[in-house]
């Protein structure tokens, strides 16, 4: 089974998050952070900052790397490692792209009943600036079977 490599990127202004609405695509309907594959020759901080500016419209140059998660899916689709990181500052204006819908969010408003299941468990850590890292294992239905998550240290 091939692990594909992905970026997730979160605008951190506390006490505000910046998410995406995804229009399209895994995880379309669901409120989620900027990011996407890792493409050939590319780094991962690379790919952060275009996926960034092409579902967002904004530059971010510091990005703070705050976790890795693997994420293995029961039904075969495969297995995804994702690394996660945070900007606190950027240019531009957030736009609505083709695949995300930009919304600020203020912390204790995150529409968590409308995320991936797994971003209850990790985001708190994020949003507290704690480095972690974890699996989750998802069945058919995308609901979360079993998972570890740990704070790196």
């Known amino acids: 089974m091939n ?8 605008i951190h202004q506390h006490p505000q998050i910046l998410l995406g609405m995804k229009k399209r695509g895994h995880g379309e309907g ?6 996407g ?3 050939e020759g590319e780094t991962i901080e690379e790919a952060t900052r275009r996926e960034m500016r092409e579902e967002s419209g904004i530059e971010v140059e510091k990005i703070n790397k705050l976790g890795v998660l693997e994420f293995i899916y029961q039904d075969g689709s495969g297995n995804m490692e994702v ?22 969010f203020h912390i204790d408003e995150i529409p968590y009943n409308e995320m991936w299941p797994d971003d209850k468990y990790w985001l708190p850590m994020f949003l507290s600036g704690k480095k972690f890292k974890g699996k989750f294992f998802f069945n058919e239905s995308n609901e979360i079977i079993d998972y570890y998550l740990d704070e790196v240290i």
Do not use: D, Q, Y
């Open 37 to 39: 594959k890792v493409e």
């Open 83 to 104: 690394h996660i990181f945070c900007a606190k500052e950027f240019t531009g204006s957030p736009i609505e792209s083709e695949e995300m819908r930009p919304k600020w």
């Open 30 to 35: 669901k409120w989620n952070g900027f990011g």
């Open 3 to 10: 692990k594909k490599i992905l970026t997730l990127c979160i």
